[in-house]
Each structure stands twice: as structure tokens, then as C-alpha cells.
Nanobody
Framework: QLQASGGGLVQPGRSLRLSCAAS????????MGWYRQAPEEQRDLVAI???????NYADSVKGRFTISRDNAKNTVYLHMNSLKPEDTAVYYC??????????????????WGQGTQVTVSS
């Protein structure tokens, strides 16, 4: 499972860090990332990081947000700087995890965190 934390209310221009830890029968974690969903809008990609450390960002957050991961802790982070009111949304973490379903068989599953609210307002 994925457990996200770190959301809250913050003023425009300030920073916030989200964390998401994976737990359970993990063989290997592939891509990890963050999505967000504002009211009455679709869930959109914010940032993603591969197991090798390659990253990709939505244009709207480039230069302001940084995604990172700690493979030893099975955790992905989203460092959000210069926050804007339009960043207000529920943020969901995501991971592609290889699970050892039998002693000789691994399957990849997509997992989502429970969502954490980020509100940017003065």
C-alpha cells in the first residue's frame, strides 16, 4: 500500500513537501509519481520518477516542483516551491510495484495513495 502525508494549507509563494511511503510484499518498485485532481477536473500527472532517477514534470510545475525518491525507504517525495492558488488540489501518489505473488513469479501492479489535500490561499 501507499501512505501519503504532508499536505495542508499554505500561503502563495511558500513551500510544502509531500511524502509517500510504500509498504507490503515489495519485490521491486519501478516508476513512482504524483498526480493531482482539482474539484470537477480530471486527475493529471504532476511529476514522475523512474527507478533509475529519470524525471518528468507537467509544464505547469517545471522549475517549481522537484520529485525525488529514497529507494532504501521505498518513499517518493514532492518538493513544492513558489506555490500558487492554482496548485490547490488533492495530490495522489502512485507507484508501479513488482510483487512476488509466488516463490517464482513476479507481477507488476499499479498502486495509488489515499490522497492528501493541498490548499494554497492567503
Amino acid at each position: 500500500q501507499l501512505q501519503a502525508s504532508g499536505g495542508g494549507l499554505v500561503q502563495p509563494g511558500r513551500s510544502l513537501r509531500l511524502s509517500c511511503a510504500a509498504s507490503g510484499s515489495i519485490f521491486e518498485i519501478n516508476d513512482m509519481g504524483w498526480y493531482r485532481q482539482a474539484p470537477e477536473e480530471q486527475r493529471d500527472l504532476v511529476a514522475i520518477i523512474t527507478s533509475g532517477g529519470f524525471t518528468n514534470y507537467a509544464d505547469s510545475v517545471k522549475g517549481r516542483f522537484t520529485i525525488s525518491r529514497d529507494n532504501a525507504k521505498n518513499t517518493v517525495y514532492l518538493h513544492m516551491n513558489s506555490l500558487k492558488p492554482e496548485d490547490t488540489a488533492v495530490y495522489y501518489c502512485y507507484a508501479q510495484i513488482d510483487v512476488l505473488v509466488t516463490p517464482t513469479h513476479v507481477e507488476e501492479f499499479d498502486y495509488w495513495g489515499q490522497g492528501t489535500q493541498v490548499t494554497v490561499s492567503s
